[in-house]
C-alpha cells in the first residue's frame, strides 16, 4: 500500500474553516522551525480570496505583530510574504492599513535580511493601489528617501519597488519628498544602467515637476540636460516620463529658457511624428502618452517668443496630426491646441 505524502517543511492543515484558526494557533508556539511550516501553509491558504477575507474577518491579522521581531530572520520573511499575499486582495490591504502592523512592518525596511527587505517592499507598494494607502505612507517617505540614497547596492526589484511606492505617494502629495532632497536624489537615478530603475525614478520626477517648487528643483539641479537626453532611450516608457517631467517644467520661464537652451523642439518634434507602428496594448498606452507630453511641451515651449518662431517652421507637421481623422482623439485635441497656441497673435 503506498504511504502518505507529506511535506516536511508546510504544517498539517485542518478540514475546512479549521484550517485557518488552527495554523494561526501554531504561529504561537515557541520552536521557530513550527512557526515556519505554519506560516508556509498559510502562504498557501491566502491564494484564495475566501480565506484572506477569514483571516481578517477572524481578527487574526494582529497576531503576526509579534512575529516581526522574531530571532529567526526566515520566519520574520515568511511574515511579510504572507502579508504580501494577503494585500493582493482589497479587503486584505484595508485590514492592513486599519490595523495597528504599519508601524512595525515599516522598520523592517532596515531588516538584515535581504529577502526580508524585498518582501516588505512588496507589500508597501500594494498598499499604495489604494489611495489610502498612498496617504497613510506619506510619513514614511522622508524614511524611504534616506533608502533611496543608500541603496546602491541593493537588488534591482528592490530599488524598482521603492521608486513606485514614492511615485504613488508623490502623486498625492509630493511636499514630503521635496522636502527631502527628492529631486536631486532622483537626479542620479535617471542614469542608471537599469531601464527599470530609469523609468521609475522619471516617474517619481514627473509627480514631484507638478508643484512650483519641483519645477524649480529640477531647473536648479540642472537635470533638464539628462532628461532630454532620455527622450533618445530605448524603453519606451522611460521616454514617456522624461517627456512628462518636460512638459510639467517649461510651464515656468526658467524652464523654457533652458529646454530651448538644449534646443529640445526638434527632438520633440520627431517624437511627434514618428508613424505609428503595430504595437502591443502597454506599449501603445506609452506611445499615446509620449506623443501627448511631448505636444504638450511643444505648446508651452510656442509661449516664449523663440519657442513660437521655431515651431512656426514646423506648423504642417502639426496641422496633419490636428486634422488626420485617424487620428486617436486625445492626440489630435492636443495637436490643435498647440497649433492654436503657434498660431495666436496679440
Known amino acids: 500500500m503506498a504511504g502518505c505524502l507529506i511535506d516536511p517543511s508546510r ?12 495554523l494561526f494557533e501554531e504561529l504561537q508556539q515557541a520552536e521557530a522551525d513550527r512557526r515556519l511550516r505554519a506560516l508556509a501553509s498559510l502562504c498557501d491558504l491566502m ?4 480565506r484572506i477575507y477569514q483571516a481578517v474577518n477572524g481578527g487574526f491579522l494582529e497576531q503576526l505583530e509579534v512575529l516581526f521581531e522574531d530571532e ?22 484595508q485590514a492592513l492599513l486599519s490595523s495597528s502592523l504599519l ?47 543608500g541603496e546602491e547596492d541593493e537588488e534591482e526589484e ?13 502623486r498625492l502629495d509630493a511636499l514630503p519628498a521635496l522636502a527631502s532632497d527628492g529631486v536631486s536624489l532622483l537626479g542620479h537615478k535617471l542614469s542608471h544602467r537599469s531601464p527599470n530603475i530609469r523609468r521609475e525614478a522619471a516617474a517619481v520626477l514627473m509627480a514631484l515637476s507638478v508643484c512650483e517648487d519641483g519645477k524649480l528643483q529640477v531647473c536648479e539641479e540642472s537635470l533638464l540636460p539628462v532628461l532630454v537626453n532620455l527622450l533618445h532611450d530605448e524603453d519606451i516608457e522611460v521616454q514617456a516620463n522624461a517627456a512628462g517631467v518636460i512638459m510639467y517644467t517649461v510651464i515656468i520661464t526658467t524652464g523654457k529658457k ?11 518634434l520627431e517624437l511627434v511624428s514618428k508613424k505609428e507602428e503595430v504595437e502591443e496594448e502597454k506599449k501603445r ?13 511643444l505648446t508651452a515651449l510656442a509661449e516664449a517668443p523663440d519657442g513660437r518662431r521655431l515651431l512656426l517652421e514646423q506648423l504642417p507637421l502639426l496641422l496633419r ?20 497656441v503657434i498660431n495666436w497673435r496679440p
Open 258 to 268: 533652458q529646454c530651448l537652451d538644449l534646443d529640445v523642439i526638434p527632438v520633440l
Open 158 to 170: 528592490v530599488q524598482v519597488l521603492l521608486l513606485s511606492t514614492l511615485s504613488s505617494c508623490s
Open 47 to 50: 491564494h484564495d480570496p475566501e
Open 72 to 93: 529567526d530572520s526566515s520566519v520574520r520573511t515568511k511574515t511579510c510574504e504572507l502579508l504580501h499575499l494577503m494585500t493582493a486582495h482589497s479587503i486584505g490591504r
Open 321 to 340: 496630426r490636428s486634422e488626420a481623422a485617424e487620428e486617436d482623439h486625445d492626440i489630435r485635441r492636443d495637436a490643435q491646441t498647440a497649433v492654436r
Open 103 to 149: 508601524p512595525p512592518l515599516s522598520r523592517l525596511v532596515e531588516d538584515n535580511s535581504s529577502s526580508c527587505r524585498r518582501n516588505v517592499h512588496r507589500v508597501l507598494n500594494r498598499l499604495t493601489l489604494l489611495p489610502a494607502g498612498a496617504d497613510a505612507l506619506l510619513t514614511l517617505v522622508p524614511k524611504l528617501m534616506l533608502k533611496l540614497r
Open 11 to 22: 504544517a498539517p492543515v485542518a478540514f475546512g474553516w479549521r484550517a485557518v484558526p488552527q
Open 285 to 297: 498606452k506609452s506611445r499615446k502618452a509620449l506623443v501627448m507630453y511631448s505636444l504638450r511641451a
